[in-house]
Each structure stands twice: as structure tokens, then as C-alpha cells.
């Protein structure tokens, strides 16, 4: 992966978080914090589709499999730090 990828997906996480925090409405951290979950969950995600094998959406392509994967992230990644969070 090189660094224009991962700026592309730095990016994408971006909006991806700032789209799971309008989903998971009451489990985020504000715009800056779900842009940051976003941008770690994105690559978590982009990380596990590629592992599972889904087409155009591993870390570093842009695509609307690419997209999905990221929402889908860092909108689970925003649920487990709702739930730690709130469980402490």
C-alpha cells in the first residue's frame, strides 16, 4: 500500500465516521471523535473485507464497496466504544 492509498482512506474514514455518527445517534463523541473512530474503524473494516475476500473493498481502494465497508466499520467500532464507555 502506498501513501496516496492511505490518505484515500484517511479520508474515507473521515467521512465514513462523520456518517456513523448520524447512524449511531447517542453513541458517538462528537464530529472529531467519531471522525477519528471513523478513521480507525474504516481500516478495520477495509482490513477484515479484504481478509474476507469482498471485491474492491480492502484498504486503500476507493469504490462504493470501499465506502460501505468503512461506514460499516466505524459504525460498529462507534457501537463497542459506546458500549465499553458506558459499561465503565
Do not use: H, P, Y
Not at 465516521?17 to 472529531?32: E, P, V
Not at 478513521?39 to 482490513?47: D, H, L, N, R
Amino acid at each position: 500500500m502506498d501513501l496516496t492509498s492511505v490518505i484515500i482512506w484517511i479520508l474515507l474514514g473521515a467521512v465514513a465516521g462523520w456518517l456513523a455518527g448520524l447512524i449511531m445517534k447517542g453513541r458517538g463523541f462528537g464530529t472529531i471523535g467519531n471522525i477519528v473512530v471513523g478513521i480507525v474503524g474504516s481500516f478495520i473494516g477495509g482490513w477484515l473485507a479484504g481478509q474476507l475476500g469482498i471485491s474492491g473493498a480492502e484498504v486503500g481502494g476507493f469504490s462504493f464497496a470501499s465506502i460501505l465497508t468503512a461506514v460499516a466499520g466505524a459504525s460498529v467500532l462507534l457501537f463497542v466504544t459506546g458500549l465499553i464507555r458506558k459499561a465503565s
